[in-house]
């Protein structure tokens, strides 16, 4: 059975609820985590912190917490708790998404049968009326009809997605830690797309990628998350990325000038009309 860490942020505008959710669904999968690393990035809620002591005390030996004296942002947070994990794979996880309890046993059969060393799979959007708290089993019973962002599952066509689109969904990444800290960890420039650049970097040096067709996790899809895909910080920072991609030849010409100005437009749209693009279009 393979060793893994889970890998978790959480900063002060977390949900308790939604972090305990997030934790719980790691803790039941069948094939268990060996650690737990969970980053608090700067000082945390009480309702937070709470959370985060009553894991500590409950396995004391399962959990390994990193704390931040400030807030430094999601990459920042990820290369801390990165350094922090003693096994080989890393299992990626965000703090308000729910891993479906067999996430992690069909992730180790697709890294078996690929020999990848980066791979994701599947994540159905969900959402729920604000304030409201739904089980994972409720959720899990409408899979079907949720939307999914699914991804090509070879690496050949992987690395040619990868030219136009992030080719792997980040809160259900597994991954080698040698491949990562062998590329540079996480890039603290590319905010909004910390994962992204990551990603490009590790298949240059030529580690395998592969994705599983099937779903592995529900991933939170409330309004702040198409709203953090719009704004002017958003837009500076996807240029200076996509810039990076063009000096790199991760793209080319073509494919820059399309990419900006397909997600200048996306983000210049109204939250409601950018949610349903990226549902009807870029979902399935």
């Known amino acids: 059975m393979e060793k893994y860490s889970v890998l978790m942020s959480v900063y002060y505008r977390e949900n308790s609820l939604f972090l305990k959710q ?3 669904s790691m803790l039941s999968q069948t094939i268990p985590p060996e650690e737990f690393v969970l980053v608090c990035d700067g000082p945390l809620t009480e309702e937070l912190n709470a959370v985060v002591d009553e894991y500590k005390q409950k396995a004391p030996s399962l959990f390994h917490i990193v704390t931040l004296p400030e807030n430094k942002g999601l990459a920042a947070a990820l290369n801390a ?3 922090e994990c003693s096994c080989s794979w890393i299992a990626r996880m965000d703090s308000d998404d729910i891993a479906l309890s067999d996430r992690m046993e069909k992730q180790f059969a697709c890294a078996a049968r690929s020999g990848a060393g980066l ?3 599947t994540i159905a959007e969900f959402s729920c009326p604000e304030g409201k708290i739904r089980s994972a089993e409720e959720i899990a019973s409408e899979i079907d009809s949720l939307s999914k962002r699914s991804l090509p599952t070879e690496d050949k ?4 997605f990868s030219r136009n689109r992030n080719p792997m969904n980040h809160p259900a990444v597994l991954m080698k830690k040698e491949d990562v800290l062998a590329a540079g960890g996480y890039d603290e420039a590319y905010p909004y797309f910390e994962d992204y650049d990551l ?11 592969a994705n599983t067709e099937e779903t592995v996790l529900l991933m ?6 198409y709203d953090r895909r719009s704004g002017k910080e958003y837009r500076k920072y996807m240029k200076a990325f996509r810039k990076r991609m063009l000096r790199e030849k991760d793209c080319n010409l073509w494919e ?4 900006i100005v397909t997600r200048t437009v996306v983000a210049w749209v109204p939250s409601g009309m950018r949610k349903k693009f ?3 279009v870029l979902r399935r």
């Open 22 to 24: 997030a934790c719980d």
């Open 81 to 83: 708790g990165l350094s």
């Open 119 to 121: 791979l994701s799979g």
């Open 157 to 160: 066509k992987i690395r040619r």
């Open 199 to 209: 990603w490009l970097r590790m298949l240059k040096k030529g580690v395998k990628a």
């Open 220 to 225: 939170r899809a409330d309004a702040g998350l």
């Open 256 to 259: 820059y000038v399309t990419s």
């Open 278 to 280: 990226y549902g009807t």
